[in-house]
């Protein structure tokens, strides 16, 4: 079922979502990917606005959240926690992603987003990907730590509507 929606979202149309449903999709890939590496399952916690819609590609959204919550859930490894909020503001899809991890690193903050580059042993690509993807939404992502120092946030904003195929902000 999986490879399916991968396959048709390769000609995936902008179409007007639920947020929470694509919130929703996110959370079950990511349980099923700490299953299958073996990892503890995060406990998953959501404040979405009812009815929270935009216009956009979901299955891109969906991917977004994805390459986030599994960057939480190979860091964090035990007692993990990732909350989404997500809420519209001023004609925007405001999105704060955060976790209860040790947090990123600050002299890894300013490159986090290149591509190729990794503070694990990962390819790099993942949130490389997920700036390509707010971009093309006409957003923007930015990465931060909690208060405290700990737990990574990032913060997503994308117009409500108004997606353009090709466009970066």
């Known amino acids: 079922e999986r490879g399916r929606d991968i396959?048709?979202?390769?000609?995936?149309?902008?179409?007007?979502?639920?947020?929470?449903?694509?919130?929703?999709?996110?959370?079950?890939?990511?349980?099923?990917?700490?299953?299958?590496?073996?990892l503890e399952p995060p406990i998953f916690r959501s404040e979405i606005e009812p009815g929270l819609r935009f216009s956009g590609k979901p299955f891109s959204m969906e991917r977004v959240l994805v390459n986030l919550f599994v960057n939480?859930?190979?860091?964090?490894?035990?007692?993990?926690?990732?909350?989404?909020?997500?809420?519209?503001?001023?004609?925007?899809?405001?999105?704060?992603?955060?976790?209860?991890?040790?947090?990123?690193?600050?002299?890894?903050?300013?490159?986090?987003?290149?591509?190729?580059?990794?503070?694990?042993?990962?390819?790099?690509?993942?949130?490389?990907?997920?700036?390509?993807?707010?971009?093309?939404?006409r957003g923007k992502v930015e990465a931060a730590n909690g208060p405290d120092g700990r737990g990574a946030r990032f913060l997503i904003r994308v117009p409500v509507s108004g997606y353009i195929p090709g466009a970066t902000a």
């Open 72 to 137: 939480s859930v190979r860091v964090m490894r035990r007692n993990s926690e990732i909350t989404v909020r997500a809420r519209e503001s001023a004609g925007e899809l405001e999105v704060c992603v955060s976790d209860n991890g040790p947090g990123i690193p600050q002299d890894v903050l300013p490159r986090i987003f290149e591509p190729g580059f990794s503070a694990t042993k990962s390819s790099g690509l993942g949130l490389h990907i997920v700036r390509t993807i707010i971009l093309e939404h």
């Open 7 to 38: 396959m048709s979202s390769l000609n995936e149309s902008t179409r007007s979502c639920e947020f929470e449903a694509v919130v929703t999709r996110a959370f079950q890939f990511t349980r099923d990917f700490a299953a299958a590496a073996q």
